[in-house]
């Protein structure tokens, strides 16, 4: 699995969009991003995933660059909740060859959301 | 909305002791896993389970440990001798097989502490 690079920490005020970078400048051609989020001792949580098209959810947004060397999370309206570790995570996914269904987590990015 | 559950939430147990934890994966999952996270660190893969055999383990996963599906609906993951250092935040989380979906669903984690 391609290795990823997120800043440790980032604030955010309340009600505003939260943008969070993740480096993937080794990513291979059949390997997805996806992102998942820890609140404080909980489990992870799943937030979004894509391969090479921007994806919007419920939850965020993600875009990936045009070459996939890196993508960006966008909590569009962040919230107090949303205070949590950011892991971006690539690994071989779907129905390619050699797929994989285990997470490697990094350190992730810790978010914080100000009032 | 269906979620993972675990039982128990945190089990206090001595050096040397066996201890089960226990997992009930969303009910039409039919991949299973076991992560866990020491205080503080990452979160780490230790095995995947699909069809009633490990499909991944990582090189925490040694002969301390096992896993099984007992029936229908739990998944557990034994420990035969603990140690201190196996001391942490155990997750159990599942995913679906369908099309190129692979998110997996955490569950709230069993907080094992070995004296």
């Known amino acids: 699995d391609a290795k990823t690079t997120q800043p440790p920490s980032m604030d955010c005020a309340e009600g505003r969009a939260a943008n969070l970078p993740c480096n993937h400048s080794t990513i291979s051609g059949n390997e997805y991003v996806y992102w998942y989020r820890q609140i404080h001792s909980q489990g992870p949580q799943y937030i979004i995933h894509g391969l090479k098209n921007n994806e919007t959810n419920e939850m965020a947004s993600l875009i990936i660059t045009e070459d996939r060397k890196s993508s960006t999370l966008i909590l569009p309206h962040a919230t107090l909740r949303d205070t949590a570790v950011y892991y971006c995570?690539?690994?071989?996914?779907?129905?390619?060859?050699?797929?994989?269904?285990?997470?490697?987590f990094g350190t992730g990015t810790l978010l914080a959301v100000q009032p | 909305e269906p979620e993972v559950t675990q039982t128990p939430s945190h089990q206090v147990t001595q050096m040397g002791q066996e201890v089960i934890l226990r997992c009930v994966p969303i009910?039409?999952?039919?991949?299973f896993y076991w992560y866990r996270q020491i205080l503080g660190q990452k979160v780490e893969f230790l095995v995947s389970f699909y069809n009633n055999e490990i499909s991944e383990k990582s090189e925490i996963f040694d002969d301390q440990f096992s896993v099984e599906r007992p029936d229908g609906s739990n998944f557990t993951l034994k420990i035969r001798s603990t140690k201190l250092e196996d001391s942490a935040m155990y997750f159990c989380?599942?995913?679906?097989?369908?099309?190129?979906?692979?998110?997996?669903?955490f569950g709230p984690g069993t907080r094992l502490t070995v004296t």
């Open positions: 989380a599942s995913s679906a097989t369908s099309g190129t979906i692979y998110e997996q669903y």
């Open positions: 009910s039409n999952h039919l991949y």
């Open positions: 995570i690539v690994r071989v996914g779907g129905n390619y060859g050699g797929a994989t269904n285990k997470l490697i």
